[in-house]
Antibody
């Protein structure tokens, strides 16, 4: 059964940089698209970014465009999110999730990792 | 990338049915049959319960059903159980390979 393990949580100051990792165990990684989703404290889920199987398609939410970079390493079964120029409003629990390959649905989720940005 | 519109809260008694709406535009909900619904309990990972507007993943109860009319998708939960108490989110594919979530609906089972 596929499992996602996330790490990279942190407490950072505005303008700093953090990288999140999502490692996939027990299932195919290269055969799927992957996404990052976040949930700010007390708020709803927000889609962050999306990457296709061979990185031919990458997209970002307007709120992170130009600051965040999604990437993947199929050899390491891992998904990454490089977050630059962090802002207070980037404070959230970040989830990685697998696109089920049917209708842009996310059928497997990581446990979430907390990123706090505060001066 | 405007969020889809969901009611903030709904409630029902055990055994009853509730319906949660999710309203978007022709650029997202109305333009594609790529609406999904997620159940989210606090401090847990969200769980996919409906994909492709009205399809259930394996293992999801048939008490959950989805539909869509023009720019509004709906999730119906029948035979409410106390364990259904959670926050429910819709999401839709939108133009330029983006995804958009609804604001979430907190379901209270009275």
């Amino acid at each position: 059964q596929v499992q996602l393990q996330q790490w990279g949580a942190g407490l950072l100051k505005p303008s700093e940089t953090l990288s999140l990792t999502c490692a996939v165990y027990g299932g195919s990684f290269s055969g799927y698209y992957w996404t990052w989703i976040r949930q700010p404290p007390g708020k709803g889920l927000e889609w962050v970014s999306y990457i296709s199987k061979i990185t031919s398609i990458i997209s970002y939410a307007d709120s992170v465009q130009g600051r965040f970079t999604i990437s993947r390493d199929n050899a390491k079964n891992s998904l990454y999110l490089q977050m630059n120029s962090l802002r207070d409003e980037d404070t959230a629990v970040y989830f990685c999730a697998r696109d089920g390959g049917r209708s842009y649905d996310m059928d497997v989720w990581g446990q979430g990792t907390t990123v706090t940005v505060s001066s | 990338q405007s969020a889809l519109t969901q009611p903030a809260s709904v409630s029902g008694s055990p055994g009853q049915s509730v319906t949660i709406s999710c309203t978007g535009t022709s650029s997202d909900v109305g333009g594609y049959d790529f609406v999904s619904w997620y159940q989210h309990h606090p401090d847990k990972a969200p769980k996919l319960i409906i994909y492709g507007v009205n399809k259930r993943p394996s293992g999801v109860s048939n008490r959950f059903s989805g539909s869509k009319s023009t720019n509004t998708a709906s999730l119906t939960i029948s035979g409410l159980l106390t364990e259904d108490e959670a926050t429910y989110y819709c999401t839709s594919y939108a133009t330029y390979t983006t995804l958009v979530f609804g604001g979430g609906t907190k379901l209270t089972v009275l």
